[in-house]
T-cell receptor, first 115, second 113 residues
């Protein structure tokens, strides 16, 4: 396993369209996180899963956002009715909660541009 | 909630040492991390330190933690042009049940030949 992968790497969409991103975590990691990063800022937490259960959602995650991890492996993040303010890098990370240091490994990100 | 602050820019000459600083607000934070981000890429974990340690060394990287002042630093020895990137400090707050990280806004390191 070479690490966390994300698809697509770039997405350009028109305002009002729906988009879906995919994340494949490191195979033995059962925690999966989504973060959003805007230009000049650090990543901000959106949501996380332990196996297939979504355990926490940030208030940043409006009703237009939904995330799933149906079989406890890959995850999808969908944004409905995109707005220009949704333009950002969407980062996925995974971790193994059995490791006390809890380090998270990040994928390359999906850069979303809403025109 | 936890707040993490970093200076925005640092410029050094190749071969010099770089010191990137970070302050945080919650003294009960357990693990503290340093990540590196190159343009257009995701975050690469560089190193971390547990809150009961003062220092951790890993090859060219030295992490110093001052819990009293809630100050974390990353020293890069013999800085190379390939070290040019944005460096993020991140903390694992104690109230955190799920392990979400709180990040600073990043320090852009520029290494001049």
């Amino acid at each position: 396993d070479t690490g966390v992968s994300q698809d697509p790497r770039h997405k350009i969409t028109k305002r009002g369209q729906n988009v879906t991103f995919r994340c494949d975590p490191i195979s033995e990691h059962n925690r999966l996180y989504w973060y959003r990063q805007t230009l000049g800022q650090g990543p901000e937490f959106l949501t996380y899963f332990q196996n297939e259960a979504q355990l926490e959602k940030s208030r940043l995650l409006s009703d237009r956002f939904s995330a799933e991890r149906p079989k406890g492996s890959f995850s999808t993040l969908e944004i409905q009715r995109t707005e220009q303010g949704d333009s950002a890098m969407y980062l996925c990370a995974s971790s193994n909660p059995d490791i006390p240091s809890g380090e998270q490994y990040f994928g390359p990100g999906t850069r979303l541009t809403v025109t | 909630g936890e707040d993490v602050e970093q200076s925005l820019f640092l410029s050094v000459r190749e071969g010099d040492s770089s010191v990137i600083n970070c302050t945080y607000t919650d003294s009960s934070s357990t693990y503290l991390y340093w990540y590196k981000q190159e343009p257009g890429a995701g975050l690469q974990l560089l190193t971390y330190i547990f809150s009961n340690m003062d220092m951790k060394q890993d090859q060219r990287l030295t992490v110093l933690l001052n819990k009293k002042d809630k100050h974390l630093s990353l020293r890069i020895a013999d800085t190379q042009t390939g070290d040019s990137a944005i460096y993020f400090c991140a903390v694992y707050p104690p109230y955190n049940q799920g392990g979400k990280l709180i990040f600073g806004q990043g320090t852009e390191l520029s290494v001049k030949p």
